[in-house]
């Protein structure tokens, strides 16, 4: 990367490092994710529902007709690492969507922000019932 774009990076408060021995990573592949058959519905999120947002994914579940256990988190730049492409329902929240991607999907805002947020919660549901 030229001196100049690096100096770019830094002023942006972006860190830089340069691989000392690039030809280390030769033939590397990333692991891939083998879901298990019961999955069937896959949340890409940066962020992991916890507490109170867990607590909204799991009534997102109910109105699937799902269980916790159907379910899988995974984070956005893991989506590459599935071995096959997954046909169940895939939300996205707080992330693009691959333009691709084909199937049931979801798209909204983080789930921490479509708790307490009437118009949000609404525009979920109407995905889910679009689908129904």
């Keep these: 990367m030229p001196q100049h774009e690096i100096q770019y990076l830094q002023e942006m408060g972006i860190q830089c490092y340069e ?36 607590l909204l994914f799991e009534r997102v579940l109910k109105s699937l007709k799902l269980e916790l256990n159907q379910s899988l988190h995974i984070y956005p730049e893991q989506l590459d690492q599935l071995s096959e492409p997954f046909t169940g329902w895939v939300w996205f929240a707080g992330c693009d969507v691959p333009i691709d991607y084909e199937g049931k999907v979801l798209t909204t805002p983080l789930i921490h922000l479509i708790d307490g947020n009437n118009e949000l919660r609404r525009a979920l549901w109407q995905q889910i019932c679009s689908y129904q």
């Design 19 to 54: 691989l000392t021995h690039p030809e280390r990573l030769q033939g590397y592949q990333s692991p891939t994710l083998v879901l298990q058959a019961s999955c069937q519905l896959l949340l890409i999120s940066p962020q992991c529902p916890k507490k109170e947002t867990a």
